[in-house]
């Protein structure tokens, strides 16, 4: 059988980015693969939001793997699922969440470097111990790091990239295989960081922000799209609805 962490692995290329369209059930993951996606990544704000719960784990942790399950029946190629901040109140619980994912098949997970509900980043040395227990399950952790989450870059941008790569460094030496930059899209910074870090560069792509070529050019070597497919996707079903049952008729 194929490896599909190392398959995953190989597909994290500094300026030749894996693109990730990322999913919410079997449904979207079967029309992405169909579509030629070369992995398949889940976000937990639109898996949570396809069942009418809230993001920051309210999904259930068995509905995780339940709809992981679902997702691979559908797919054979590499699935890496949002796990948020790892579904465990401390590092061992961690490792007994993640674990069940690997053993589920999932080649992959993102983990957050803060705590469900909370905007302060865990210290550096917690989160590195939550990121190694999740590591030695065996699964690619992509290391979620939210430096730049409501900060301004224009401003404070060599600082946070310093901080950003200070993380990168414990993360990378806790195990984890890509470092994902959330809230980021000055391209200065997003160099800086993709030149600095010992990891792969995970970038959120978003209007405003560089494009994938420019992300590319810049070395990143992971674009993902985070809810943006989910929200988008909600968006037409309600115009459609709200032509239908205006009395028009619908665009489909």
């Not at 889940?42 to 949570?48: H, I, L, P, W």
């Not at 990239?161 to 993380?167: G, K, M, N, P, W």
Request: charged share 20%; hydrophobic share 45%.
């Amino acid at each position: 059988m194929t490896d599909k962490v190392a398959e995953f692995r190989a597909l994290h290329v500094p300026g030749d980015p894996l693109i990730l369209v990322n999913i919410w059930d079997a449904g979207s993951a079967r029309a992405v693969a169909g579509a030629g996606a070369k992995a398949i990544a889940t976000g937990s704000f639109g898996v949570a939001g396809a069942q009418g719960r809230a993001d920051g784990e309210d999904f259930p942790l068995e509905d995780v793997f339940e709809n992981l399950g679902r997702i691979l029946s559908v797919t054979d190629l590499p699935v890496t699922i949002d796990m948020e901040s790892g579904y465990g109140a401390d590092p061992a619980a961690v490792g007994v969440s993640v674990g069940r994912a690997k053993a589920a098949g999932a080649a992959g997970i993102n983990m957050e470097d803060r705590l469900p509900g909370e905007n302060t980043l865990l210290p550096v040395a917690e989160a590195a111990a939550r990121y190694r227990a999740a590591a030695d399950t065996g699964i690619f952790v992509n290391a979620r790091c939210d430096t730049f989450r409501g900060a301004d870059a224009a401003k404070d941008g060599a600082a946070l990239v310093a901080a950003t790569l200070e993380r990168a460094r414990a993360y990378a030496d806790a195990g984890a295989e890509s470092l994902f930059v959330h809230f980021l899209l000055d391209p200065k910074c997003i160099g800086a960081i993709c030149e600095g870090s010992p990891l792969p560069v995970n970038i959120l792509r978003a209007k405003g922000g560089p494009t994938h070529r420019e992300l590319a050019a810049l070395g990143v070597a992971r674009i993902s799209h985070g809810h943006q497919p989910w929200a988008g996707a909600m968006a037409w079903l309600a115009a459609q609805a709200a032509q239908v049952l205006g009395g028009a008729e619908p665009d489909y």
